[in-house]
């Protein structure tokens, strides 16, 4: 059976990186036509698995798998990608999270808490700078100010995400505080478990990054 899995994941990632090329490259910034084609295709996994789906105001994608008790555990990741990113960089986190509740729903697995899968919105700069808004507004620390933010392309986060069909003024209904934890799988983004020739790491620090915004003036 985990072959089964293996493979059916493989097949997914593979249909997601191949509807979401952009001149061949793998390419899904956050509210693009290939953003909404992503999650058009997360929809049907979700649905066709029997799981409740739903998007929150600012774009995170969940697939919940409904337990018998308050609270939530949740896994995924990113579900963007920056131009040529590759089809495992974040969406094998959203993925395996998708395969995996589908699997223990089909086992008549019945949770404790509930179990969710996200597809996060903008965890990689991939058109605004700063990252990880999905996050931000699931901790209630992305505020209104931030969503004048402007992308690379001259367009605010608060003009990208009207003109995708969300609703900015919902921000504070993102925030999550049912959560008690969260998982993520995703690639090693170094060569320490290439190079020790494992498989699989858990995570113990990561890396802080800062973003700043200068401006030169004279010569």
Not at 65 to 74: D, I, K, M, R, Y
């Amino acid at each position: 059976m985990g072959n089964e899995v293996g493979l059916k994941i493989e097949e997914m990632l593979c249909q997601l990186a191949d509807a979401t090329r952009i001149d061949g490259e793998i390419w899904r910034a956050a509210y693009t036509p290939e953003d909404k084609n992503a999650k058009n295709i997360l929809r049907e996994w979700i649905e066709d698995l029997g799981l409740e789906y739903r998007e929150d105001a600012i774009g995170n994608v969940y697939g919940r798998f409904p337990g018998t008790e308050p609270g939530t555990v949740l896994t995924g990741s990113h579900l963007d990608t920056v131009k040529n990113g590759g089809k495992y960089d974040g969406a094998l986190g959203v993925v395996t999270g998708v395969a995996a509740l589908g699997y223990l729903k089909e086992s008549g697995f019945v949770p404790k808490h509930s179990l969710e899968v996200v597809g996060l919105m903008e965890e990689e700069g991939s058109r605004f700078a700063t990252g990880c808004q999905g996050s931000r507004a699931i901790c209630g620390t992305l505020k209104e100010e931030d969503l004048e933010e402007v992308g690379r392309d001259g367009v605010t986060l608060r003009e990208a995400l009207v003109s995708a069909g969300y609703q900015p003024e919902a921000l504070k209904s993102v925030k999550r505080d049912d959560i008690r934890a969260i998982v993520e799988l995703h690639i090693e983004q170094g060569p320490v478990l290439e190079s020790e020739q494992k498989q699989i790491g858990i995570v113990d620090s990561i890396v802080g990054i800062v973003n700043y915004e200068l401006t030169i003036q004279g010569s």
